[in-house]
């Protein structure tokens, strides 16, 4: 295959990197295994617009994004479009999307993955036609990302402390509204304090994301209006990975869901993939199977072999 890697330099680890240097690996590595590797290395503003570049290019058989979430969220997007296949290079801070994939967090081993990968296909869902691979949020999450963008932070560290800071804003004052959930079952009507639509039902045991992106439906799950103690604890079961144990979360499975928010106000805000985006009064989610190819890392154990 030919692949060309749009890889952002501005984004997470690669910040820090010597990036001529990771290239030469990748190249090297990709080599190795029978493919060719063009890399681009570009600034985070111009990151899209090379991926559309790529998108468009004749002879490419698939594109590699490295960078953050919000990165691999764009290069999903313009790759689903176009009908062409992603690779995940995971340089972010949380890497959801590459970790449900079982990509490999460290930089050359996920290289060495992906070079000994085979093409696949994984579900993908939208949000009033707007793709997503991990979520979309409203509410406590969507509050949580406004304030932390309104902070200054230059490296990955500064951005988990930005994200606790951030947090401890939303705790003080936790989010409450109201929202309809129209399902094929039925329409309920509900005052809480945040809705998750996942792409796929969200794994145990671990920060939220899918353990699988192939059983075609959409994880829901409501959180009811807490306290600010109630809240805190909610916040530290996701970081530990225990968030389902807490009384104020009910989830469920769907194909499909229509929200509608009866109250919705303006310049109100959801969370797609990690980016910030103006909340519709009504916002139609569904699931999508198979929909999108994927380079599907080969595991460990297989690619030392």
Request: glycine share 10%.
């Amino acid at each position: 295959m030919h692949i060309v890697a749009v890889l952002n330099r501005d984004g997470g680890t690669l910040r820090t990197m010597d990036m001529d240097a990771l290239c030469a690996r990748a190249r090297a590595t990709f080599a190795r295994h029978g493919h060719s590797l063009d890399c681009r290395i570009v600034r985070g503003e111009d990151v899209a617009a090379e991926l559309r570049r790529v998108a468009a290019s004749p002879g490419v058989d698939a594109m590699l994004a490295g960078g953050g979430d919000g990165t691999v969220s764009t290069a999903a997007g313009i790759a689903y479009e176009a009908g062409m296949a992603l690779g995940v290079l995971p340089a972010g801070t949380m890497n959801l999307f590459a970790r449900a994939l079982k990509m490999p967090l460290e930089l050359d081993a996920a290289l060495e993955a992906l070079a000994a990968g085979a093409l696949g296909a994984v579900d993908v869902a939208t949000a009033n036609d707007r793709l997503f691979v991990h979520q979309f949020g409203v509410g406590i999450h969507a509050r949580l990302v406004r304030i932390r963008e309104g902070m200054v932070y230059h490296s990955r560290i500064g951005k988990m402390l930005a994200s606790l800071r951030a947090v401890a804003g939303v705790v003080i004052r936790p989010p409450v509204f109201d929202v309809e959930l129209v399902t094929a079952t039925g329409v309920v009507r509900r005052r809480v304090a945040g809705i998750a639509i996942s792409n796929n039902r969200v794994g145990d045991g671990h920060i939220p994301h899918a353990d699988r992106l192939d059983a075609g439906v959409l994880g829901v799950y409501v959180a009811a209006p807490m306290s600010p103690g109630e809240l805190l604890g909610l916040v530290a079961g996701i970081f530990l990975g225990t968030w389902r144990a807490s009384r104020m979360i009910s989830e469920s499975e769907v194909v499909a869901v229509t929200l509608q928010f009866p109250k919705c106000k303006r310049g109100a805000q959801a969370v797609i993939d990690g980016e910030l985006v103006a909340l519709a009064p009504r916002v139609e989610l569904a699931i999508h199977p198979h929909a999108m190819r994927v380079i599907l890392p080969r595991p460990a154990d297989e690619t030392a072999v």
